[in-house]
């Protein structure tokens, strides 16, 4: 039967509900007759774009659809596969089609494989419909009559329609659906999944993208409603797996995982070696009793489900895994509650090159009757699978893609994380529906946290949260996004199985930070008799302060001593979910004669008073007693309205019940809450010192950059969320200090792995967190990351606190040890000997002052030539070191000043620099250069230090001079 009379010409008014199509003795599913119109029309018009469909949907039948549209169009299409296995599966859909005999079809497909009954037309594009395998088209890259026939297969209107399209964008076979674009043809992607880790596009060589040319979609929703697919009950075992393990076990395995993760960039890549590398031939002793120890875990998983599967499949990430594990299992007996109670299981072994069998405890061939060894076709296994002849498939990538065994219903992912589109093809093969068995749902076992951090990353777009997702997920078309949400929303015990996973990995990862983050108390210190201790008085939400008023003989004047207490989980600078063994308590003190000001973390109220009073805060009984003035009280309550972008965090105010209670609030608030501002951003520098375990950090700090940041443990990860909280709260009491445009800041990280739970740090905070992945951006950000780190306003954290030879590597320089540490202090100190006032800080420029020789001299400097005067030598020096590659001519703003100043015939000029810049630049020279800067730096010091010697001597003899002739 014709499919629907002209389904392209059809209206568009045509309801997709009312159409029917019918293929061979198939009849299309509404949604899939709505998909094979879409694609009539888009072949007719020459148009290119994707068709997004879940597994299990008959992605089979769309694809025959558009061959019989196709050849009833008088267009050739050619059909992309990843492998022969797919590609038999299809054109067995074409055999089925009557209008499809009278095509030619050719086949693209190794010497060694036969596809169907009939004589094949081998490598020939002067055809029909041109069946083909992805790499037997890439291996004819360099035969000119193959290149030839892709252009007139485009000329003709060719269609490449690619199945399982995520798996096409090889840049080899990019080049010939290039080829085919530019001679006029058209592509369409089929696929699931259109996602890939490289971030490639499979219709790019036809100006076109999965994500922006959407010629259809099947919904999660649609298809389940059909009846083709089943849902998945999800089993996150991954705590379970844990138990079995052990602790140690599991902490080795992640910190080679991480490490893998972290040098390939790839989750896939790293998961395929995380168990792999202890079932080596060669692996230690140790590392074989964890390959024992991960068979054994997996073996009781199985076995705990077992009683109520059909037929279970167990994915592996390498063979000697997968050999051992199927070993394993072959040896076990099938529990009282199955149907084949005390038998052995029958378990089938696959990978792309080998298949092996065990049947009653022994290996045996295809039947039982076969003796082991003789080579096994894939397709010969499936079928026997299909007909009910194993219990559990194990497989290393075999069975994906394509793999239509209905019967699984237990479905194991025995290997570390995997990425979305892997994950999503696994469960696709057991979420077939299967009448014969009455299975109304598949279970899908994680033993390695994928869908923990699928769900997470598909949670936060469905928030509208993309900073807390992973790239590829914020890159998925929102149609997939929404399948992945129908996907996780039809098994209502997920999300409490995500909460409980979360909260083992948190209690996990805490107690294994055996680090204590509060400044604990030395019994050396001295705090004085309990009754001296500062008695806190309520100041705001979560804030308590204690002062005292001490008389200076000398100015004649009283002075204020004060403590600012701030309660961190009462006042909401720590989460709810904050770890329970964090300090609970900040204190930051001020005095008020010599300006100095201190912060520390402490565990208990008790301990922060004590800290108050070490530094001098005691208390004043004589002041305590004393009443506030109805003046004072009215100056407050005026303080407290002017800062109403503060009142969320400054209420309840607490009415002042003596002298020194108001005393505090007034100090806090005058002047614009200065004196506020300035403790709670000396308790905050106080909190990213203990959560990075830096020291001598700036209070506006510019970047915090995260390394391994996954390995972090909550205890710091939560000292950081508490650091953004407060400098939040510090940008909306101080918006002029800490506004955002003013004192920018952001954690980073250059790990695209990075957590969910990571990403939270800047949770409701309004920074950013950014992941740096591309190489362009990571050497672009070089030269700033040199001179945040130098200025100390950039800091980076890792697992175990200050990273600092990995900074420093990323920043460029070029050494990391104490002698080079020792080389940049020294530049730094020969910079102070040089400049006009003598003392530099962080953010500060520097003056050099040359007369006009001097000057001069600079601007008529060659390359390679040391100049004569040791002033002008040492500024060209510095100037080069500035430059763009260290060499010159050099440009830039010291040079135009010598230029002005050579223009007026000034006779001094001051040459300024920025201190961070240049201290960034000397530390990424070579040895050799830093050694020649800081002996020429030390040559211009001693110059100018035996100058500025003379020009006193003579200054003074001057001076005397004139005395004696005015006598």
């Not at 301990?607 to 003046?631: C, H, M, T």
């Not at 608030?669 to 375990?693: P, S």
């Amino acid at each position: 039967m014709r499919p629907l009379s002209k389904p392209a010409d059809a209206s568009d008014g045509v309801s997709a509900i009312s159409l029917i199509r019918v293929l061979g003795d198939k009849q299309a599913e509404p949604y899939q007759a709505r998909i094979m119109l879409s694609l009539r029309q888009a072949i007719r018009r020459g148009r290119s774009g994707a068709v997004l469909a879940p597994t299990g949907s008959g992605k089979s039948l769309m694809a025959a659809a558009a061959a019989e549209d196709a050849f009833d169009l008088g267009k050739p299409i050619l059909i992309l596969h990843p492998d022969s296995s797919l590609l038999r599966q299809n054109y067995a859909q074409l055999q089925a089609i009557p209008s499809l005999r009278k095509a030619r079809v050719a086949f693209f497909v190794a010497k060694t494989e036969v596809i169907g009954n009939d004589p094949m037309l081998r490598n020939s594009l002067n055809a029909d419909v041109i069946m083909a395998t992805n790499m037997s088209l890439v291996n004819k890259l360099d035969d000119e009559d193959f290149l030839r026939g892709l252009d007139e297969f485009g000329r003709r209107g060719g269609i490449a329609l690619i199945d399982e399209g995520h798996k096409a964008a090889a840049e080899q076979l990019s080049k010939i659906l290039q080829r085919i674009a530019w001679a006029g043809g058209s592509g369409i992607v089929l696929t699931a999944t259109p996602f890939r880790t490289d971030g490639q596009d499979p219709l790019d060589p036809f100006g076109a993208s999965i994500e922006h040319d959407l010629i259809d979609v099947a919904t999660y929703d649609e298809v389940l409603a059909s009846g083709r697919t089943v849902r998945t009950r999800f089993d996150i075992a991954t705590g379970e797996f844990e138990r079995h393990l052990g602790a140690d076990a599991v902490r080795l395995i992640e910190t080679a995982f991480l490490a893998l993760l972290a040098e390939s960039k790839s989750v896939d890549q790293a998961s395929q070696q995380a168990f792999s590398r202890f079932f080596k031939p060669d692996a230690s002793e140790g590392d074989r009793a964890i390959a024992e120890l991960i068979v054994a875990a997996l073996v009781r998983i199985w076995d705990a489900r077992a009683a109520t599967a059909v037929l279970a499949m167990i994915h592996c990430d390498s063979v000697e895994f997968a050999k051992a594990l199927s070993g394993a299992l072959a040896a076990q007996r099938m529990p009282q509650e199955h149907s084949r109670a005390g038998e052995h299981p029958r378990v089938a072994f696959v990978v792309a090159g080998e298949i092996r069998i065990w049947r009653n405890g022994r290996e045996t061939g295809l039947s039982s009757d076969d003796a082991p060894g003789r080579k096994i076709k894939r397709d010969d296994l499936l079928n026997t699978a299909r007909a009910g002849e194993f219990d559990i498939l194990v497989n290393v990538n075999a069975l994906g893609v394509g793999t239509d065994v209905p019967q699984i219903d237990l479905n194991i992912l025995a290997c570390q994380e995997r990425s979305i589109g892997p994950v999503k093809q696994i469960s696709g093969r057991g979420e077939r529906s299967h009448k014969a068995t009455r299975k109304t749902h598949q279970v899908f076992v994680d033993v390695g946290n994928s869908i923990l951090r699928i769900f997470n990353d598909i949670d936060a777009m469905r928030r509208n949260d993309p900073e807390r997702c992973r790239r590829q997920v914020r890159g998925l078309a929102a149609p997939i996004r929404e399948q992945f949400e129908a996907w996780f929303d039809k098994d209502p015990t997920l999300r409490d199985q995500i909460e409980e996973r979360q909260r083992q990995i948190w209690l996990r990862l805490g107690e294994s930070d055996r680090e204590h983050y509060e400044d604990p108390l030395d019994p050396s210190m001295s705090w004085g008799e309990e009754d001296t201790l500062p008695l806190p008085k309520p100041f705001a939400l979560g804030m308590m302060a204690a002062g005292m008023r001490r008389y200076d003989s000398e100015t004649k004047k009283f002075s204020s001593r004060l403590a600012l207490f701030c309660d961190l989980y009462q006042s909401g600078i720590y989460g709810a979910e904050a770890v329970q063994d964090l300090p609970r308590w900040l204190v930051a003190t001020h005095d008020e004669k010599t300006g100095a000001q201190q912060a520390f973390l402490c565990s208990t109220l008790d301990v922060a008073r004590k800290y108050a009073a070490f530094v001098g805060i005691r208390y004043d009984g004589e002041y305590e007693q004393s009443l506030p003035s109805d003046k004072q009280r009215r100056f407050l309550a005026s303080l407290q309205k002017e800062k109403p972008q503060a009142q969320p965090w400054l209420v309840p105010f607490a009415d002042a019940m003596s002298a020194t209670q108001i005393a505090c609030g007034i100090d806090l608030l005058k002047d614009r809450a200065v004196l506020l501002v300035a403790l709670l951003a000396a308790g905050a520098t106080r909190l990213i010192e203990r959560a990075t375990g830096a020291h001598g950090l700036q209070p506006k700090l510019r970047s915090i950059i995260l390394d391994r940041p996954n390995q972090i443990t909550p205890q710091r990860r939560d000292l950081l969320a508490a650091y953004c909280r407060l400098r939040q709260r510090l940008g909306e009491i101080s918006p002029l200090w800490f506004d955002r445009k003013v004192a920018p800041f952001s954690i980073t990280t250059y790990d695209p792995s990075v957590l969910p739970e990571i990403r939270n740090v800047v949770s409701a905070t309004g920074f950013g967190f950014f992941v740096i992945e591309d190489p362009d951006k990571e050497e672009a950000l070089k030269p700033r990351l040199a001179e945040g780190l130098m200025n100390a306003s950039i800091v980076a954290v890792g697992p175990k606190g200050p990273t600092e030879a990995w900074i420093r590597q990323k920043a460029g320089f070029t050494r990391h040890d104490d002698a080079a540490r020792a080389r940049e202090h020294g530049f730094r100190l020969a910079l102070e000997d040089l400049c006009d006032a003598g003392k530099i800080s962080r953010q500060s420029t520097i003056a050099i002052t040359l007369n006009r020789l001097e000057y001069v001299e600079v601007a008529s400097a060659k390359p390679g030539r040391e100049l004569t005067r040791a002033m002008a030598d040492v500024v060209k020096d510095l100037m080069i070191v500035l430059g763009q590659d260290g060499q010159m001519p050099i440009e830039g703003a010291q040079v135009e000043a010598i230029r002005t100043a050579i223009a007026n015939n000034i006779p001094e000029w001051a040459v300024e620099f920025q201190v961070a810049k240049l201290c960034a630049r000397y530390a990424q020279q070579t040895v050799p250069n830093q050694k020649k800067i800081l002996k020429s730096l030390e040559r211009a010091a001693t110059f100018k230090k035996n100058r500025d010697a003379f020009l006193r001597a003579r200054q003074q003899a001057s001076t005397g001079d004139r005395k004696v002739a005015s006598r």
